[in-house]
């Protein structure tokens, strides 16, 4: 069975950094996009970009360009989103999603990492 | 960018009810690319229908998705339990930096 597993909640200040991760198992994760998805308290879902582990070809929605990173190690099937120096405004549940291999929809999501950015 | 509408914000129905969610694009969807997922409380949502019409593995055939122009509709036939929940309709063209989503469609107990 697919499986998208993300880290823990994390509680952090405003201008700290952070990386969270989400690690694939029972598929091809080198081969098939893994995207990120923002939902903010009691808000909808942002789009926010997508990786291609094989060779790290990433794309990011306009909304998310230069504000996040996404990256990938395919050794240990992990994608990651980083942050440099976190807002409050940052503070959302983060999900990370498989691309199906044909288009750009989500068939498998991960169960979400809670980020919450607060002084 | 395309925007999509959905409507109504909230729609409160009895189980057994046929419930009728609407998501408008504010310009064509390329190639009927459109995705529906539900989101029930504390959970990540799951896809239910791509490609306007196709059923995801595992969702059950009350629930359909079709299409007029740029109005897209997930229709669920018979609410069972499980259904109360959030949708939200996904449009995914032909380039990743695009994707948008609804605003969502809360489905609560009448």
């Known amino acids: 069975e697919v499986q998208l597993v993300q880290s823990g909640a994390e509680v952090k200040k405003p201008g700290e950094s952070l990386k969270i991760s989400c690690k694939g198992s029972a598929y091809s994760f080198t081969n098939s996009w893994i995207g990120w998805v923002r939902q903010m308290p009691e808000k909808g879902l942002e789009w926010m970009g997508v990786?291609?582990?094989?060779?790290?070809?990433?794309r990011y929605s306009p909304s998310f360009q230069g504000q996040v990173t996404i990256s990938a190690d395919k050794s240990i099937s992990t994608a990651y989103l980083q942050w440099s120096s976190l807002k409050a405004s940052d503070t959302a549940m983060y999900y990370c999603?498989?691309?199906?291999?044909?288009?750009?929809?989500?068939?498998?999501w991960g169960q979400g990492t809670l980020v919450t950015v607060s002084s | 960018e395309i925007v999509l509408t959905q409507s109504p914000g909230t729609l409160s129905l009895s189980p057994g009810e046929r419930a009728t969610l609407s998501c408008r694009a504010s310009?064509?969807?390329?190639?009927?690319?459109l995705a529906w997922y539900q989101q029930t409380p504390g959970q990540a949502p799951r896809l239910l229908i791509y490609?306007?019409?196709s059923r995801a593995t595992g969702i059950p055939n009350r629930f359909s998705g079709s299409a007029s122009g740029t109005d897209f509709t997930l229709t669920i036939s018979r609410l069972e339990p499980e259904d109360f929940a959030v949708y939200y309709c996904q449009q995914y063209g032909s380039s990743p930096r695009g994707l948008t989503f609804g605003g969502g469609t809360k489905v609560e107990i009448k």
């Open positions: 310009q064509s969807v390329s190639g009927s690319q």
């Open positions: 990786i291609y582990p094989d060779d790290s070809d990433t």
């Open positions: 490609g306007t019409s």
């Open positions: 999603v498989r691309q199906d291999g044909s288009a750009w929809f989500s068939d498998y």
